[in-house]
């Protein structure tokens, strides 16, 4: 501490620039103006000494003031510290618009007169460094580290380093750098407006009764289809009607409504249909708040065009400059451990026409092993090699001395029609080993709820997908691709420019020209995230028009 006193004495203009005045956040009478310009040099060292010590424990703030001469951010005199801490007052009164958690404002509202000395003004400045630097965090990149919530969700979050944050805030208007903080996607934006009119519809009562049926067809009338009537006219599904009978316009909305909520579009409101209509407000909230919390995490440049895989949705997409240009339905991870697709950012790299099928070894020793020692006939459609590359004959083999830990044979597939992977897949090296691909299972795709792989992503539509990724590269995409399909040889086709690919998990999606779409929690994700939210300080609310 000596040496740091020693330093500081040497910083004779600083203590001019400073003074006393730094000993009053809001410059209240009896307070730091009524000091005297003539305030030692130790009185101000003191300040400068305390920010040094609460700063000690924190590196970037450490780092931060040491660098910056230990001039105050927060604490000083003058319109210039006013307006960042009104800045900050305001940025923070507002967090529960953007779904976060309050935070105590107190050392920004209250009246400093308690102050005693420029060793507690400067505790106090660090403090409100730190508040500043939690909000920016927590509004930028999430309050919540993924991982921690669930294993699957193995995103990277694109963290903002906290000293340059605090450094480009000093050089910035303070309002519109605090306004520049959340995500600025499209996405955020809409899912902020959908909170706040589900706020102001929970005020209201919601969407009304519960609909009391197991199921309603076209034709059906009573007082359930009254219900059922009311309550899509309370959701945005109908115009105001007197009408008494489950007729087509009834129909219509019931359609519309299943394509918003990934259901089969039948017009009829049968269990699942009737079981997604009678969510509650309450619920749907729940899920924006955990949307806004996601976009939060994948807040970053996501690429000019980039791929984008929800597991929710099971759907994938190519986005090019903010359109969709290309869409397929997918499958996705079985719910069950080990299965569940992982959620994490890559690049797509390559495509493999007429691919073998290595088969991963937890399948081999999990699935495969049991089968082989009932019968080592059984699944025929895989050939067996030992580590040195060799094809091995079952016949050889006593498949019932090995265990799944010692097991030296690995399984594939040679490329057809009906390997497991298609006749296509799609490559993003990652230490999950997924990757996307064709499959011959085709019905699967008719399927309302698409959760069966092992954990990568099969597509109803590969060829199209191949074709959309090579367009870029290629003046016939189409017939390159069909001419290497064509001689049933393995062929890697390297992507010139890799595609960044997403693969997330959201269950309220806003829909560009308004309204949103919802999805079921399928691996039970979103509920871990809220609860996580909850114990943060997150709360859901009602808010009067």
Not at 72 to 99: C, M
Not at 363 to 369: D, G, P, Q, R, S
Not at 441 to 448: D, H, I, M, P, V
Request: hydrophobic share 40%.
């Amino acid at each position: 501490m000596r040496i740091l006193f020693l330093r500081l004495k040497m910083i004779s203009l600083m203590a001019a620039l400073i003074g006393v005045a730094v000993l009053s956040l809001n410059a209240q009478p009896g307070m730091a103006q009524s000091q005297s310009q003539s305030q030692s040099q130790s009185e101000v060292t003191g300040f400068m000494q305390a920010v040094a010590e609460a700063a000690a424990g924190d590196k970037a703030l450490s780092v931060y003031y040491k660098e910056a001469g230990y001039q105050p951010v927060w604490t000083g005199r003058g319109g210039k510290f006013r307006s960042r801490r009104k800045a900050l007052l305001k940025a923070l009164n507002a967090s529960r618009d953007h779904g976060l958690p309050g935070y105590d404002v107190n050392l920004l509202k209250a009246n400093l007169r308690a102050v005693k000395s420029d060793r507690d003004l400067g505790r106090i400045e660090v403090e409100l460094s730190k508040l500043f630097l939690r909000y920016a965090r927590d509004i930028q990149t999430g309050i919540l580290t993924p991982a921690r919530v669930d294993a699957g969700i193995a995103r990277k979050v694109p963290l903002r380093g906290r000293k340059s944050v605090l450094a480009a805030f000093v050089k910035s208007s303070p309002a519109n750098f605090m306004r520049r903080l959340a995500p600025s996607s499209p996405e955020y934006a809409r899912l902020m407006k959908e909170k706040m009119k589900l706020e102001k519809l929970l005020a209201s009562g919601g969407w009304g009764q519960l609909i009391p049926a197991g199921a309603l067809k076209p034709g059906a009338t009573g007082n359930a289809v009254l219900i059922l009537r009311n309550r899509l006219i309370a959701m945005g599904y109908m115009r105001r009607s007197a009408v008494a009978s489950y007729d087509g316009s009834i129909q219509t909305a019931v359609q519309t409504f299943q394509r918003d909520h990934g259901l089969a579009v039948d017009g009829v409101a049968g269990k699942g249909t009737l079981g997604e209509l009678n969510v509650s407000v309450e619920q749907r909230l729940a899920s924006v708040l955990v949307a806004m919390e996601r976009e939060r995490w994948i807040n970053m440049d996501l690429g000019k065009r980039y791929i984008w895989v929800n597991l929710a949705d099971f759907t994938t997409k190519i986005i090019d400059d903010g359109v969709v240009t290309f869409r397929t339905r997918s499958v996705v991870g079985k719910n069950v451990p080990d299965r569940r697709s992982p959620e994490f950012s890559d690049e797509m790299e390559h495509m493999v026409i007429n691919p073998t099928w290595n088969v991963p070894r937890s399948i081999t020793v999990k699935e495969y092993l049991p089968q082989l020692q009932q019968d080592p006939g059984a699944v025929s459609f895989l050939d067996m090699y030992d580590r040195q590359g060799r094809v091995v004959s079952r016949s050889e083999v006593d498949f019932n001395q090995y265990t799944r830990a010692d097991f030296p044979f690995s399984l594939k597939q040679a490329p057809s029609g009906r390997n497991a992977l298609g006749l296509v897949k799609f490559m993003l090296p990652n230490r999950f080993n997924i990757y996307l691909h064709d499959t011959p299972a085709k019905s699967l795709f008719g399927r309302e709820r698409r959760d069966f792989s092992h954990g990568c992503i099969r597509l109803a539509d590969p060829f199209g997908f191949a074709y959309a990724l090579l367009a870029p590269q290629s003046q016939d995409p189409e017939g390159e691709f069909q001419a290497l399909l064509r001689t049933g040889r393995e062929a890697v086709v390297p992507l010139k420019q890799h595609v960044p690919v997403h693969i997330i998990y959201r269950t309220a999606i806003s829909k560009p020209r308004g309204g949103m779409e919802y999805r079921r929690d399928v691996y039970g994700r979103d509920a871990k995230i809220f609860n996580a939210l909850q114990n943060a300080g997150v709360r859901i609310r009602a808010i009067n028009s």
